[in-house]
């Protein structure tokens, strides 16, 4: 009874309170899906500082002259783990290209992992990754407000390819192994389509995934997905629909 007079108090706050970058608890509102801010294809990716597990800090610009993949992802994100396994296979097939995962925001916090308060939080999730989800790419922490993540879009799962002069050759709202390995496999020309329909996200994203990935977070994470499906499979919908027929977000950054 007492966790559940827990959901019914934070459901009132949830229903109340402002979006905020590190939300407490996971809300369809939190996120913008009608526009896609950041850099696109075929314009020069912001640079940022990001720092490792051991503190040592990287740049974008010091991989110049590579090809880069950046994803971002959490522990609680179910669009991250269901392609973790793929995004492996995606790997051995382009050995001269660097993948970054970039860990951002907690996308479904709840009272066994939540939301950062600090830096130390965020490198302490980052580190569960390995051990729980076998991520063995290069692991890269964003700042406690998100720069990186602020400038990329903001999206859970956001994939970026930057190509060796440090500009945007394909970019996507959601990451989708098959775009993505498309986009590495034509390298001549830029890739503009850059949303995932709800149906292709939902692609290879079983109900295990999909709780095990819930359950990092805690019970609260598991509520507050599914109590809000309804509501963000009937955005993503209107989204999508709109995407298909403009070939465009909603709205201009």
Partial sequence: MAFLSKIGDKDNEIANQESSY???RFNIKHYDLEVFPGPAAGEPAVDFTLTDFDGNEYKLSDFRGKWVVLETGTATCTAYSKNID???ELRSEFSDVEFLLIYVREAHPGERLPQHH???DKLKAAKILPKRY????KILI??????????YGSMPNVVYVINPDGIVHYRCDWGHVER???ALSQREHIHTVEHVSMEDLMDNRGIWIAVRTMWTGGLLALWDFFIGLS??????????????KHGKFMREP
């Fill in 142 to 151: 964003d700042t406690l407000d998100g720069q990186m993540h602020r400038a």
């Fill in 22 to 24: 590190l939300y407490p």
């Fill in 134 to 137: 076998g991520e063995d790419r």
């Fill in 118 to 120: 600090s830096f130390e």
């Fill in 231 to 244: 509501d963000m499979i009937k955005h993503h919908k209107e989204y999508d629909d709109y995407y298909k």
């Fill in 180 to 182: 993505l390995r498309e």
């Fill in 86 to 88: 793929r995004n492996k």
